[in-house]
């Protein structure tokens, strides 16, 4: 099951579970589409994979499978690994 990562890995911008600003790649790093589309290039500074928005869970099952609330932030902001 998706964490749902509560903000953008690089500048920190909140990103709700229900959110359409907010992309992942397959590992689930989390980031917003001005991040993505901007400094990012489309592309996981983390692993070089493809970012693409994140499923919305629908927000009945929300209270039995909730969002994760752990922050994650790249110290120093992001840079295009790849």
């Known amino acids: 099951m998706l964490e749902l990562r509560p903000n953008c890995e690089c500048c920190d911008r909140d990103l709700p579970p229900e959110s359409p600003e907010a992309v992942i790649c397959s590992f689930e790093c989390t980031f917003c589409v001005d ?34 609330t752990v922050r994650k932030v790249k110290a120093g902001g992001c840079q295009p690994a790849f």
Do not use: M, Q
């Open 35 to 68: 991040c993505r589309d901007g400094v990012l290039g489309g592309t996981c500074p983390n692993c070089g994979g493809e970012l693409v928005r994140r499923p919305v869970r629908p927000a009945g099952k929300l209270e039995k499978f909730p969002a994760s």
